[in-house]
């Protein structure tokens, strides 16, 4: 079971950057994926971005597309998320999640395709 722990929650100003990390620990299976998600008070969460552990293949939703950017460290089981361009809107408690089998695709990210699970950080943009 892969252990997750996120970090780099904050509070910033519409159009500053943040950047988050998914440090992944454990050794009973090597995680083929890591995705991130976010849910805000009284809505669900949804798929943000994706990226494989074998050839880097990212997935991003239509709403971040241009402003984040997933990227990997497979030696120390680090995962990137640097948010720019920041928005009101992309105010949620941001999860990463892990798997064991399954693959970033163009098609969609959703929480059922994720085993393991981090605790959140919370990424708050207000003026």
């Known amino acids: 079971q892969v252990q997750l722990v996120e970090s780099g929650g904050g509070l910033v100003q519409p159009g500053e950057s943040l950047r988050l990390s998914c440090a992944a620990s454990?050794?009973?299976?090597?995680?083929?994926?890591i995705g991130w998600f976010r849910q805000a008070p009284g809505k669900e969460r949804e798929g943000v971005s994706c990226?494989?552990?074998?050839?880097?293949?990212?997935y991003y939703a239509a709403s971040v597309k241009g402003r984040f950017t997933i990227a990997r460290d497979n030696v120390k089981n680090l995962v990137y998320l640097q948010m720019n361009s920041l928005k009101p809107e992309d105010t949620a408690v941001y999860y990463c999640?892990?798997?064991?089998?399954?693959?970033?695709?163009?098609?969609?990210?959703?929480?059922?395709?994720?085993?393991?699970w981090g605790q959140g950080t919370q990424v708050t943009v207000s003026s």
């Open positions: 999640a892990a798997d064991s089998d399954y693959y970033c695709s163009d098609d969609g990210l959703w929480e059922t395709d994720f085993t393991s």
């Open positions: 990226i494989s552990r074998s050839d880097g293949h990212t």
């Open positions: 454990g050794f009973s299976y090597d995680y083929s994926a």
